[in-house]
């Protein structure tokens, strides 16, 4: 019997603020091999290990040295230093209220993507990010990356035309080294509905879990809010309740603006953008369509574009909805990941790129 032969990686990729692994998962999708992942969150290690198959590190980025990064590349083949900076400075919220000195990790990208020179470095973000500071973070990030030889493009990209079954908005960046950059090329892939996405998984009550899935568990109602979901339509607010149930700041004039909480999601359309407090039926349209009760931890990944059998814990581990929630609504949408990798894969192979699914 011969053996199967190897297929060679179209690139090599370091990820930065790792994560989960979700971005790094894209890109190994999309044919690139994960040679190595860093974040300051030690909890993640199981996660991006088991499902890339690469080494995790529990490392500042903002401490790393271009030797460190550089020593996880062969040489071989096209390197990649992908990245996404946390994205909450960013944040509308956070740039009216707070000042974050997290920005500064942008610019810490930026001066170790110059000195580890890597073929392509990609960075995933907030659209905020453009207009953060009046723009002057993120335009030093790109002037950084243009003195130091690269071209750089970026888009705003819309997850749900790359498949991704959710509403949800990214700055996308891609430079290029000793080549042209080219931004992000819009989708063409049909919307993927929930119904499509998790419309198969098993029923689950409030509180309950699937003794199949441990992450298929759903947050528990007070009777109050299980009154309320019971009383909610897909797609429908709070103003559909009878007055008794009414939140009392929604009976302020002040409250009647927000009506994106305590509601629903629909069947046929992508979800709302998934936040790290998915899990939570008052924390924005995270109702499931029919089932009374929030979506799933599971539920959330799947609509994240994460693969049904994405690992984020070891079995016998009983997830707690608070941490895996933010890994889930802090990461990158898989899909979204996959679709950055080919455009790299494109730009650097062109008509030689062979079709590879």
């Not at 019997?1 to 090599?12: A, D, F, Q, T």
């Not at 290690?45 to 990064?69: Q, Y």
């Not at 908005?169 to 892939?189: E, F, H, M, Q």
Request: aromatic letters at 10%; charged letters at 25%.
């Amino acid at each position: 019997m011969s053996k199967s032969r190897k297929v060679k990686p179209l690139g090599e990729v370091v990820d930065l603020f790792c994560g989960v692994g979700a971005l790094s998962h894209g890109l190994k999708q999309a044919g690139f091999e994960i040679k190595a992942g860093y974040d300051t969150d030690a909890r993640c290690k199981f996660a991006f290990e088991t499902n890339n198959g690469a080494t995790f590190h529990a490392r500042d980025v903002s401490k790393l040295t271009a030797n460190e990064v550089s020593a996880h590349f062969t040489g071989d083949f096209p390197k990649v230093l992908a990245g996404c900076a946390p994205c909450q400075p960013f944040s509308t919220y956070k740039q009216r209220y707070d000042e974050d000195p997290q920005w500064g990790l942008v610019e810490d990208f930026a001066k170790l993507a110059v000195q580890v020179a890597p073929d392509f470095v990609t960075m995933e973000n907030v659209p905020a990010l453009e207009r953060y500071k009046d723009g002057k973070v993120f335009q030093r990030f790109v002037d950084t990356l243009k003195h130091g030889g690269y071209s750089v493009e970026w888009t705003i990209a819309r997850c749900e035309e790359f498949g991704v079954p959710q509403r949800r908005r990214r700055l996308v960046l891609i430079a290029a080294k000793d080549r042209s950059a080219v931004p992000l090329n819009t989708g063409k892939t049909a919307a993927v509905s929930v119904m499509e996405a998790i419309g198969r998984l098993p029923k689950l009550a409030a509180g309950e879990a699937d003794p199949n899935d441990r992450l298929h568990v759903a947050s528990s109602l007070s009777d109050l809010n299980l009154r309320r979901i019971k009383a909610s339509k897909p797609g429908g607010t709070w103003r559909d309740w009878p007055i008794e149930l009414r939140a009392a700041c929604h009976r302020k004039l002040s409250g009647k603006t927000y009506s994106g909480v305590y509601a629903r999601m629909t069947w046929d359309n992508p979800s709302p953008t998934m936040t790290t407090q998915c899990y939570g039926y008052g924390n924005g349209r995270f109702g499931h369509p029919d089932q009374d009760r929030a979506i799933s931890l599971r539920e959330a990944a799947i609509l994240q574009s994460f693969p049904p059998d994405y690992q984020f814990l070891p079995k016998e581990e009983a997830p707690s909805m608070k941490e895996v929630g933010r890994w889930i609504g802090n990461a990158v949408p898989v899909k979204l990941g996959e679709a950055i990798g080919k455009e790299i894969a494109q730009i650097h192979y062109g008509d030689e790129l062979i079709d590879r699914e």
